[in-house]
């Protein structure tokens, strides 16, 4: 039962962070329908720029950790709104597939530039939240991995807040379901369209720190496993719906730790492409999404 709760421990430590990045995925989808594939690599620049605002802050303290990351997220959020403005806008009624082809391709400027100014070799991250081992009940633990628990449910629940219980939430949600209804009702869909890439940037910058604080190891290639996993864990849980997110991350979290820690381990990461398919075969809508009818 020890080791049951241990792995249990883990595993939500993980899926927290893959629920942030599957969370980003969501608002985008949610409102212009197509992949940030990009989003990864924003996750990547969220870890190195932690890197960079750690000696700026006091060390090793939970006020340090936290400017981190809210510095980490600002710096993300620009970047979202510079890829938004630059890259997508002016493909924003090209067909889907030349959107699909940019992404993939900012996606890849991202690493190259990532290399460029950073160094293709892994650097080490500093503790920039108090590490300490805690034991409870016969377990043993992280301090860290309750931080990134405690952080990501904060940022899911401020998420949750914004969507559903501010103007701009709403203005959200009437682009999501019908944008050029939503202009002609006064709602400016560039800004709308804008504040969803900066949000959901902002929550890859802070699952960047938190990744690697758990995992203190940060390159420029660092994003592409675990943005792929964040993105399946969306469809597993329903892209486009926020709760979805949250609950496919933490699930595939969940799996992804137990199988680790069996005999299967050498499968871990294929465990979530059996997964996908999986879903994709008999729920394609996922947990909680609903199915869409298309009108052609």
């Known amino acids: 039962m020890t080791e049951f709760l241990q792995q249990l421990v883990n595993g939500l430590s993980l899926g927290a962070i893959y629920a942030l990045l599957a969370l980003g995925y969501t608002m985008v989808y949610g409102v212009l329908r197509f992949i940030n594939f990009a989003h990864s690599d924003v996750f990547m620049v969220g870890a190195f720029a932690g890197l960079y605002l750690a000696p700026l802050v006091p060390a090793d303290t939970i006020l340090g950790g ?32 030349n959107v699909l082809i940019t992404a993939i391709g900012v996606s890849c400027l991202l690493q190259a530039l990532g290399q460029l100014v950073f160094g293709a070799a892994p650097r080490a991250f500093p503790a920039v939240f108090p590490a300490r081992a805690l034991s409870a009940g016969g377990l043993d633990f992280s301090s860290n991995q309750v931080v990134v628990l405690l952080v990501a449910l904060v940022l899911a629940v401020a998420l949750r807040f914004i969507v ?12 999501s379901q ?5 202009r002609l009702m006064g709602i400016n869909n560039d800004v709308v369209i804008r504040f969803a890439f900066v949000i959901g ?39 486009g719906s926020i709760p979805g997110a949250a609950l496919g991350g933490l699930l595939l979290g969940l799996v992804e730790t137990f199988v680790g820690g069996s005999e299967y381990s050498t499968y871990k990461d294929a465990i979530a492409f059996a997964l996908l398919i999986l879903f994709l075969l008999f729920r394609p809508a996922g947990l909680l999404g609903k199915p869409r009818v298309e009108k052609v």
């Open 66 to 97: 936290v400017l981190v990351v809210l510095g980490a997220m600002l710096i993300c959020a620009v970047l979202g709104a510079l890829i938004e403005r630059f890259a997508y806008r002016p493909l924003r009624n090209a067909p889907t597939l």
């Open 164 to 175: 559903f219980r501010t103007k701009m939430g709403a203005a959200l949600r009437a682009v």
């Open 178 to 182: 019908n944008p050029r209804a939503a």
């Open 201 to 239: 940037s902002a929550l890859a910058g802070a699952g960047g720190v938190l990744y690697a604080t758990n995992y203190p190891s940060i390159d420029p290639f660092m994003g592409v496993l675990p943005g792929l996993k964040a993105f399946i864990a969306a469809i597993l849980g329903g892209i």
